[in-house]
């Protein structure tokens, strides 16, 4: 257990409104990512961040945002919902010895 | 450009047998090599990692994997395979970005395994 939560884990949501998924974490780590899974495709990054207000672009950012006004809160916010968005997101921290990367139990994001 | 690769999507074994998921991988410098698992409707969970040192790393579960440099391969194993560890396997290999220290993965398109009783 990384000590990770995410909200929602599962929602639909019609195209063109805006979502915001939440990643919560209770040991004060400094690092948060934020991945999507899709078939065929494995785990992409889509944004991470290195600390509180500290962010940065993954290899699939567009039509994605991020924010982190606190350590233990990692948002992601889809502006303007699109079908292509119908994914399972993960979040995740780094840890450990050897700066392992620990994943939360996803959220199943539909957009209809 | 760093990248890995997973060259099958599935991987049939018959329980009580030796499973092997495969994977190579692409790097500029030294490689840190991980392998994750992931059972149905659940996130992913770490079983071993590559950093340096020994070649042949163990994890959790029983798994195993050998990292080979000359053939750019690090292959998941297990000796006798259980029901149980039908799943999906993703390697990863960890790519380092200097400038904020996130060392994030990049993933290969993951493994399905069917252990057959």
């Known amino acids: 257990d990384a000590g990770i939560t995410q909200s929602p884990r599962h929602k639909v949501t019609e195209t063109g409104t805006p979502v915001t998924l939440r990643c919560h974490q209770t040991e004060n780590h400094r690092y948060m990512y934020w991945y999507r899974q899709d078939p065929g495709h494995g785990l992409r990054l889509i944004h991470y961040s290195y600390g509180v207000k500290d962010t940065d672009k993954g290899e699939v950012s567009d039509g994605y945002s991020v924010s982190r006004s606190k350590t233990e809160d990692f948002l992601l916010t889809l502006e303007s919902a699109t079908s292509s968005q119908t994914s399972v997101y993960f979040c995740a921290i780094r840890a450990g010895s050897g700066n392992t990367i620990y994943f939360g139990e996803g959220s199943w994001l539909t957009v209809v | 450009a760093q990248s890995v690769a997973q060259p099958e999507d599935q991987v049939n074994v018959a329980e009580g047998n030796p499973l092997t998921v495969k994977c190579t991988y692409s790097v500029s410098g030294n490689p840190y090599l991980f392998w994750y698992v992931q059972y149905p409707n659940r996130g992913l969970q770490f079983l071993l990692k590559?950093?340096?040192?020994?070649?042949l790393v163990k994890g959790s579960y029983g798994f195993e994997a050998e990292f080979n440099k000359s053939q750019t391969s690090f292959h998941l194993k297990k000796p006798s395979a259980l029901v149980s560890d039908s799943a999906l396997y993703f390697c990863a290999v960890r790519l380092e970005s200097y400038q904020t220290g996130a060392n994030n993965l990049f993933f290969g398109t993951g493994t399905r395994l069917t252990v057959i009783p």
């Open positions: 590559y950093i340096t040192g020994d070649n």
